[in-house]
């Protein structure tokens, strides 16, 4: 390419700095442009940096707060490690109960014997409201009951299927007789109490029942949690069995995940698998290794963004925490 025909390209390609001084006015405004971005940026970096110094200081004053409570309504025993934890480790937001259980419940069994407390939902049945019972259930073997309730608790009247899990009578008849199961439910009561008395009508599996006002709420915002410290159990002896792990975000060691039931009449779970391996749980000294090994659900946990912290008494991780 000759001279002029590259000066012939470079003209025809830069009009703007043809001229007089238009293209100076463009570059200035590109200029101007870019500082003005570059100054919205450092201002949304400020404002998030400061938001969270703000957020860090809450957390902190919020979990001293609750460590204090605690505390005190257990006669200054309860959770010190929380109480030194939230003031020499600022960088942690601790997800500890606001909303607990009223007590313990009082011991209906050994207490070496295990503890096995069972989500309702999911876990042992799938509900439904009845005018709207998926289409490939109603063709299918699983029998179904319904129960008559006010689920949200305002007196509505209203009537759900309930589709029990197979061989649940089974299970929970052989379950009780060498553990003590407790039912453990987000339910509301007006919709879990008629279903739990139809499993157990007379009152002979369920050592206690536990409906959502029961469930606990952390500093985090994770609701309806499931506060097995609160049972008065021996945590060594203690498992949640829940389709939803994050029931268990305080004691992850002593949670047993379990697939979620919709109603399909070909699951096996609980015969075929969930029962015989809490006959071996209940042969152990202490169920949480076993446990830990299995379903590893304090690493989850830590997948999902929380920080666990050691029980200093025990060795095990007995608490969720969450990163800023
Ligand atoms: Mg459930």
Redesign the pocket.
């Known amino acids: 390419m000759s001279t002029s025909q590259l000066d012939l390209l470079l003209t025809s390609t830069t009009p703007a700095c043809n001229g007089a001084d238009g293209g100076f006015r463009e570059e200035e405004r590109v200029r101007w442009l870019i500082l003005a971005l570059a100054v919205w940026d450092t201002a949304g970096r400020f404002v998030r940096y400061i938001a969270s110094i703000l957020q860090l200081a809450t957390n902190v004053f919020s979990a001293a707060y609750v460590a204090d409570q605690l505390q005190a309504q257990a006669g200054g025993k309860a959770d010190l490690a929380l109480k030194v934890a939230a003031r020499q480790q600022c960088v942690i937001k601790r997800c500890r109960a606001v909303r607990a259980p009223s007590e313990s419940l009082p011991l209906t069994a050994c207490p070496s014997q295990l503890t096995v407390v069972l ?5 042992l049945v799938a509900s439904y409201n009845a005018s709207r019972i998926p289409q490939h259930l109603l063709g299918g073997a699983q029998r179904f009951f319904i129960v008559r309730c006010s689920p949200c608790g305002d007196g509505t009247p209203n009537e759900i299927a309930v589709f029990p899990r197979p061989g649940l009578r089974a299970f929970l008849q052989q379950l009780s007789s060498f553990a003590e199961v407790i039912l453990y439910t987000a339910g509301n009561t007006g919709y879990a109490k008629p279903v739990a008395d139809v499993l157990d009508p007379d009152g002979t599996i369920f050592a206690a029942r536990l409906y959502r006002s029961s469930t606990v709420r952390t500093l985090c915002g994770q609701d309806y949690v499931k506060d097995l410290s609160r049972l008065g159990r021996s945590m060594s002896r203690t498992v949640l069995v ?3 792990p994050f029931s268990g975000l305080l004691q992850p060691c002593n949670v047993l995940p379990t697939r979620a039931f919709h109603g399909e009449a070909s699951d096996r779970l609980l015969m075929q698998e969930l029962l015989p391996y809490l006959e071996r749980l209940a042969a152990l000294p202490d169920v949480r290794q076993a446990l830990t090994d299995d379903f590893r659900m304090a690493e989850f946990f830590g997948r999902q963004g929380y920080l666990l912290y050691e029980d200093p008494s025990s060795g095990f991780l007995t608490a969720a925490a969450s990163v800023l």
């Open positions: 989500d309702l939902d999911e876990t829940d389709n939803d």
